[in-house]
């Protein structure tokens, strides 16, 4: 088992960053590929990014690919995700999710095993 906390949410202006961190505390998360999706106010979660274990290979989906920027600590493993020029449509929960079957650029493998609890988005206008 492995519990992923993120954290780095709050509430920003349009146009503004944040920076988002996934994190855990367990030697096996550095062996586990790494995504985050986003869940707004009466839609279905959708996948943001992910990145592979090693940190070396991405994957964005083409509403972010142009402002958010993932990277990964080599020594703990913590993903972060930097979110530049955020719009009101930003908002949302996002959620650190992981998986030992993700290959970037393979949608069909983004069926995570652990998920952490989410940490809350606010682009105001």
């Known amino acids: 088992q492995v519990h992923l906390v993120e954290s780095g949410g709050g509430l920003v202006q349009a146009g503004g960053s944040l920076r988002l961190s996934c994190a855990a505390s367990?030697?096996?998360?550095?062996?586990?590929?790494v995504g985050w999706f986003r869940q707004a106010p009466g839609k279905d979660r959708e996948i943001v990014a992910v990145i592979d274990w090693s940190g070396s290979d991405r994957d964005y989906t083409a509403s972010v690919a142009d402002r958010f920027t993932l990277t990964r600590d080599g020594a703990e493993g913590t993903v972060f995700l930097q979110m530049n020029n955020l719009q009101p449509n930003d908002t949302a929960v996002y959620y650190c999710a992981a998986s030992g079957r993700l290959h970037p650029g393979d949608s069909s493998s983004y069926v995570m095993d652990f998920w952490g609890r989410g940490t809350l988005v606010i682009v105001s206008s």
């Open positions: 367990e030697a096996a998360f550095r062996d586990l590929g």
